[in-house]
């Protein structure tokens, strides 16, 4: 136990610079059981690690471990918890559930014996909580961590607390909005930067590096998280990359599954099944007419999207131009909290009800369809800038 806490202590001690995150405010951290999921290097032992900062300091009522350590593969977890929780601790943290075999059965464990301790765990983004999990459905709370909005990069690079808006308050009073962001930081100054190397917050350790990174958990991604959830065997981890790559040399596109699979060389209903397992790995977006198609897994989708604007510059940089890279801005931004659906009259459809175009400083409104206009600072009437969407969360 004693090792675990120096580890615990030496984290906290550590003086690297951090990103603050919005999702801090909106978990409510009275739950006993909450999972943080997050693509790999999108800041989920940071974003906890903060969390133990903020709210516990010097405090032994909490400890953070990482299933990374061998130890765990000889104890179980619901063993080392209990004797946490008899030696007073109340808080247990456990960064990278996936890495322990018996995750589901020794977290419920937890909360069936041991009632005074909360567990906070981080997981792979594929990892199945409580989907077809009797375990823990109706126990864990789950949160998505996402990477950055263009809101918490520019607060970062600018040394500013702008707040966040809601999509309401965007629509009803973006003039208002932007005049009062542009008196203080011109946001087009530093737009392209965030599209191209701003969406993970490991842009700040190396720059240089950043995209070799990025690809780096892109593969790994690919070659453990989902095949280890999905159960695909090794030797067709190459089609999956493929398909990832037609994908992004594409996008967006309206999908011709048949010619997809005779790409891949693969049947139709595995390209079904690897674009869900990529949907749900973060690593592309699907856009349908009824809006996310969650309510049938293997319809085929209106269009495909990268899921942010930086994956598209590391795999496929020749598709960089200026209309796909705001058309995935606009649909990972706004896409976090509010569902999207393919229209018949516009790119998008938000919540069923507002209809958006979306393209370059030129482009208008047109009737009750809205206008997310690139390369403006401020708009008017149902013309809006792009970049304000960055402020969503």
Known sequence: MEFFQQIHRSLLNSPKDTIKRELMDTINWDDRLICIKGFRGVGKTTFILDYIKQNYADSNDILYLNLNNFYFTKRKISSFADEFAKRGGKVLVLDQIQKYPEWSEDLRKCMDEIPELKIIFTSSPVLRITEGNPDLEGIAKIYHLEGLSFREYLNHQVTKNFRTYSFQEIIENHIEISKEIVSEVRPLAYFDDYLKHGYFPYYMDDPNFYMNKLLKNTNLALEIDVPYINQIEFKYLAKLRKLLHIIASETPFT???????????????????????????????????????????????????????????????????SLTMRLTFFYNQVGYKHQLAKSPEADFCVDGKYKFNVGGRKLEPKGEIYAASDVIETGEGNKIPLWLFGFLY
């Not at 049947?267 to 397992?277: E, F, G, V």
């Open 255 to 321: 999908p011709n599954v048949s010619k997809l699979a005779a790409s891949v060389e693969t049947s139709r209903a595995t390209i079904m099944n690897y674009l869900k397992y990529l949907k749900n790995a973060r690593l592309i977006n699907l856009l349908y007419l009824n809006g996310n198609g969650d309510d049938d897994q293997m319809k085929k989708p209106d269009q495909v999207y990268m899921h942010n604007t930086n994956l598209l510059y590391a795999i496929a940089p020749n598709n960089t131009e």
